[in-house]
């Protein structure tokens, strides 16, 4: 699993529709630490890359297009990819994009001795990433060899990946639990552990959390519970679910998973 994974979205040749879809597969590699996309987001079939990027935290990089017939986003993207190997920050890179124009890019990262994950249509692109992510309609097309690429030792995530590259025979793949579809709470939850940093005992600032939540209340449709930070961290205490204690007249809260 890697510990810190840079993501480059190629925004001119990658839908902002798999996006989501995307991010949570390459999740499965490991944690990604950074994200960004590249295109003209000016352009019309780019808008929807505002809403997305909001939502996921994705900084974009805004390339015009001089002319129609090249496209300075991908030497953006080259740019910054080899700004972030030599920042020896990384140890992967995910490449989201839909033509071969990144190739030599990935083997230039790889001889580095930084893993590279590839995320498009064709899967004849892999041989030149160390993993290899196929998306279409038909959630397929990976060859068998992609499989033995994956150099992971997580029998559960082979498999999972095995199913969502759908190129073996029903015989062959073992059905997935699929996990609990996550509440509106459960997602708050899980952001506080990935955004807001903890004192020396595992416990959140409720006055820092405050200001997460003015951003992601609407989107995580949370009508159930107070807007105000205080009431809500009260409120998940009274359903366990986390712990609180106030602290030189600041309240703190710990979400109960957590150790």
């Keep these: 699993?890697?510990?810190?994974?840079?993501?480059?979205?190629?925004?001119?040749?990658?839908?902002?529709?798999?996006?989501?879809?995307?991010?949570?597969?390459?999740?499965?590699?490991?944690?990604?630490?950074?994200?960004?996309?590249?295109?003209?987001?000016?352009?019309?079939?780019?808008?929807?890359?505002?809403?997305?990027?909001?939502?996921?935290?994705?900084?974009?990089?805004?390339n015009f297009n001089y002319t129609t017939a090249k496209n300075s986003s991908d030497i953006a993207l080259v740019i910054d990819a080899m700004d972030l190997l030599y920042s020896g920050i990384y140890d992967a890179f995910a490449i989201v994009s839909n033509d071969s124009d990144f190739l030599r890019l990935s083997s230039r990262i790889r001889d580095n001795g930084v893993a590279t994950i590839g995320v498009g249509e064709m899967s004849d692109k892999s041989v030149a990433y160390t993993h290899y992510i196929c998306i279409n309609k038909a959630e397929n097309g990976a060859k068998n060899d992609d499989l033995k690429k994956l150099d992971l030792v997580d029998d559960k995530l082979i498999d999972r990946v095995a199913k969502f590259f759908s190129f073996l025979s029903k015989d062959e793949i073992k059905e997935p639990v699929k996990p609990a579809k996550k509440s509106g709470v459960d997602k708050l939850l899980d952001e506080i552990k990935q955004t807001l940093k903890t004192d020396k005992n595992g416990f959140y600032n409720c006055g820092e959390f405050g200001s997460l939540l003015k951003q992601r209340y609407d989107d995580l449709k949370l009508t159930d519970y107070p807007k105000k930070a205080g009431d809500f961290v009260r409120q998940l205490e009274k359903e366990q679910k986390v712990i609180l204690k106030t602290e030189n007249s600041a309240l703190k809260f710990k979400p109960k998973d957590t150790k």
């Design 1 to 62: 699993m890697y510990e810190k994974i840079a993501v480059l979205i190629d925004a001119e040749n990658f839908s902002y529709a798999l996006i989501e879809r995307v991010l949570g597969e390459i999740s499965h590699f490991g944690k990604i630490a950074k994200i960004k996309a590249y295109g003209d987001f000016g352009s019309s079939h780019l808008r929807g890359y505002k809403e997305i990027s909001l939502n996921f935290n994705i900084t974009p990089v805004q």
